[in-house]
């Protein structure tokens, strides 16, 4: 399974970004999905989870309110809309695939990442 994380770019504090996660491979349905994002010299930040059937979502207190997940389990697909963002949201953005049935919050937890994807928010 290969993740092709995609979307990022330049906005203005304030602006919106929507952001794609497309998975190969045909379990896509069955795995937690989730987007975490790191800062240069930061470590990976949880950012939001969804469950397999799009039944739970989770979001870091930081994103709570500016950030929706969603997937389409038909198009192996995974979003992040970012609303409302902020300089402090710039950042390399990764999705990733969790076998766990909950919705965890440590790297550890996810087996396969894709690649990045930057953000950058100017003031």
């Known amino acids: 399974v290969q993740l092709q994380a995609s979307g990022g770019g330049l906005v203005q504090a304030g602006g919106s970004l929507r952001l794609h996660c497309a998975a190969s491979?045909?379990?896509?349905?069955?795995?937690?999905m989730g987007w975490f994002r790191q800062a240069p010299g930061k470590e990976h930040e949880f950012v939001s989870g969804?469950?397999?059937?799009?039944?739970?979502?989770y979001y870091a207190d930081s994103v709570k309110g500016r950030f929706t997940i969603s997937r389409d389990n038909a198009k192996s697909t995974v979003y992040l809309q970012m609303n409302s963002l902020k300089p402090e949201d710039t950042a390399v953005y990764y999705c990733?695939?969790?076998?766990?049935?909950?919705?965890?919050?440590?790297?550890?937890?996810?087996?396969?990442w894709g690649q990045g994807t930057l953000v950058t928010v100017s003031s």
């Open positions: 969804i469950s397999w059937s799009s039944g739970s979502t």
């Open positions: 990733a695939r969790s076998p766990s049935g909950r919705l965890p919050t440590m790297p550890y937890n996810y087996n396969t």
């Open positions: 491979g045909r379990t896509f349905s069955s795995y937690t």
